[in-house]
């Protein structure tokens, strides 16, 4: 009777979360070797491929082992990690594919565009004359309102 008292919220939570387990999630598969991928990188922390859709040549994906979904649940590790893999990646790419510029991009939650609930980093080669269109409406802001919202962020940060 304990056990399903304290069972029911963390499914609930998990189910809010994030639709996937660990054991269906295609990244996690992936770092294991057990669902096709053309890899980058891997060791024991990270792992990065390529993205299996293309919109720009080369996009590559970089990945922390774990089954972590989002960025609320990474580690400080974890994250130096991937942005140490995204440094030496990046200048790779470039080499590779003669890019003009590249892009990081990373989501967390469906109303950000997060698809596959394990974090991963994008990393988007970007080219003179490519198709990429990324559209951000222009919103210049009162500082009296930057201020305020750069306060409440202020206040709720614990390091
Ligand atoms: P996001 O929308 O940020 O969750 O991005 C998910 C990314 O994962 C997309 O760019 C997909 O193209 C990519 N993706 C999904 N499945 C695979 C797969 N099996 N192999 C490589 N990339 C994948
Ligand atoms: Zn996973």
């Given at each position: 009777?304990?056990?399903?008292?304290?069972?029911a919220?963390?499914?609930?939570?998990?189910?809010?979360?994030?639709?996937?387990?660990?054991?269906?999630?295609?990244?996690?598969?992936?770092?294991?070797?057990?669902?096709?991928?053309?890899?980058?990188y891997?060791?024991?922390?990270?792992?990065?491929?390529?993205?299996?859709?293309?919109?720009?040549?080369?996009?590559?994906?970089?990945?922390?082992?774990?089954?972590?979904?989002?960025?609320?649940?990474?580690?400080?590790?974890?994250?130096?990690?991937?942005?140490?893999?995204?440094?030496?990646?990046?200048?790779?790419?470039?080499?590779?594919?003669?890019?003009?510029?590249?892009?990081?991009?990373?989501s967390?939650?469906?109303?950000?565009?997060?698809?596959?609930?394990?974090?991963?980093?994008?990393?988007?080669?970007?080219?003179?004359?490519?198709?990429?269109?990324?559209?951000?409406?222009?919103?210049?802001?009162?500082?009296?309102e930057l201020?305020?919202?750069?306060?409440?962020?202020?206040?709720?940060?614990?390091?």
């Amino acid at each position: 009777m304990a056990a399903a008292q304290t069972a029911a919220p963390s499914c609930r939570k998990k189910l809010y979360n994030c639709p996937m387990t660990s054991q269906d999630c295609i990244f996690c598969q992936i770092a294991a070797g057990m669902s096709p991928a053309s890899i980058v990188y891997a060791d024991e922390r990270i792992a990065a491929f390529m993205d299996i859709n293309q919109p720009v040549p080369y996009k590559t994906l970089i990945i922390p082992r774990a089954h972590v979904e989002t960025i609320y649940d990474l580690s400080g590790e974890q994250a130096a990690w991937v942005m140490q893999a995204a440094v030496q990646i990046a200048q790779a790419i470039r080499a590779a594919s003669n890019c003009d510029g590249l892009m990081l991009s990373q989501s967390n939650g469906a109303a950000a565009g997060q698809e596959v609930f394990h974090f991963h980093l994008h990393l988007w080669p970007r080219f003179w004359g490519d198709r990429l269109r990324i559209s951000v409406p222009r919103s210049l802001t009162p500082r009296a309102e930057l201020d305020r919202m750069a306060s409440e962020i202020r206040a709720r940060l614990d390091f």
